[in-house]
């Protein structure tokens, strides 16, 4: 049996660090900024950092550390890349059971341009035939971004919760959130927890930018999970069951090195509080706690947190503690 099993799409991915004199940052409005650079000429990099990544990996990861019975379901290919993300799930104690290795394909990967702490990612998925394998018996089933055809093992994933009572967290990535809420809506009404960031509920929701976080917590809830987790970034995260909302600001002299992977911490350290049967206050401070690690480092991993240094982090922060929306709002 196991405590969670992560199911999403693992990639290689590959950290260029970017110098701000040899790119061209433009502010287009108070939410969007472009990078530019001159065309057909060769950009020097300050830096390269290789690692595996993908929100089920960085997840999968992140709850062995904390100590966790982890698995995961996923696809690599049949190449160099997709051996050494095997053995690195091996070495971080995550189950490699349900890794399916694809022969003749490619493993995913990731370009990530790093400026100025804020990373712009371009994307590169293999197409997968997903088939949910049997799984044993876990408490939690953490379900993320995959890529296109996800949507195939959602009857099988709901008739695996239905016969092992395991609770729910789904946290969308990219293409589910373009498959929108209601393609998506018979695993969102058996979510025990929705986790994404503000900017995601607003696509997701069909709402617009600057749309109040109250407005988006009802809107998501009323899709069915038992509880909205949004996070913003460094105006911290928020969280609701339909009667009690909190917030939690951030962990502020945590220096940002690199953000890739906050969120997916972030949510992570969410569920693993959860599944520990801390209260979702609590939860929220887990949370930061590890995204405020991980954007230490470069990576979505490097920065994970064991028990012990989660534990000890929080007692630093005593005053770190969530308050009702309410109060922001008056």
């Not at 690599?76 to 694809?102: A, K, L």
């Not at 009323?222 to 962990?251: F, M, Q, R, W």
Request: glycine share 10%.
């Amino acid at each position: 049996m196991y405590d969670i099993i992560s199911i999403g799409d693992t990639v290689q991915d590959v950290y260029l660090e970017m110098s701000p004199e040899n790119t061209h940052l433009h502010t287009l409005n108070d939410t969007t900024q472009e990078i530019s650079f001159t065309f057909g000429t060769k950009i020097p990099v300050t830096s390269k950092h290789d690692a595996i990544g993908g929100n089920a990996a960085n997840a999968a990861i992140a709850f062995a550390r904390l100590g966790f019975r982890t698995a995961i379901y996923t696809h690599v290919g049949g190449d160099g890349t997709g051996t050494r993300i095997i053995n690195e799930f091996t070495q971080n104690g995550v189950s490699t059971d349900y890794i399916v290795t694809d022969e003749g394909k490619e493993s995913n990967y990731n370009t990530i341009i790093n400026l100025n702490g804020e990373r712009t990612i371009l994307i590169y998925h293999a197409h997968r035939h997903f088939a949910l394998p049997r799984l044993l018996k876990a408490s939690w089933v953490y379900l993320t971004s995959m890529s296109k055809g996800f949507e195939v093992i959602f009857d099988d994933l709901i008739g695996y919760l239905d016969a092992t009572g395991a609770k729910l967290c789904f946290q969308p990535g990219t293409f589910q959130l373009n498959f929108g809420a209601e393609k998506t809506a018979k695993i969102l009404k058996r979510a025990d927890i929705f986790g994404l960031n503000k900017e995601e509920a607003e696509l997701y929701l069909g709402k617009p930018t600057g749309t109040p976080i109250r407005e988006l917590l009802d809107a998501a809830l009323a899709l069915g999970p038992k509880l909205v987790v949004i996070s913003d970034g460094p105006k911290g995260a928020y969280c609701s069951d339909g009667k009690e909302y909190l917030y939690l600001g951030i962990i502020k002299d945590a220096p940002r090195k690199e953000a890739t992977g906050a969120g997916d911490s972030f949510v992570a350290g969410f569920m693993a509080a959860t599944t520990d049967g801390k209260t979702p206050a609590e939860a929220l401070r887990w949370g930061q706690a590890e995204s405020s690690s991980v954007i230490q480092f470069v990576g979505p991993q490097a920065g994970l947190l064991s028990h012990l240094e989660l534990t000890q982090l929080l007692e630093k922060y005593p005053d770190l503690q969530a308050v009702p929306l309410d109060s922001l709002e008056n």
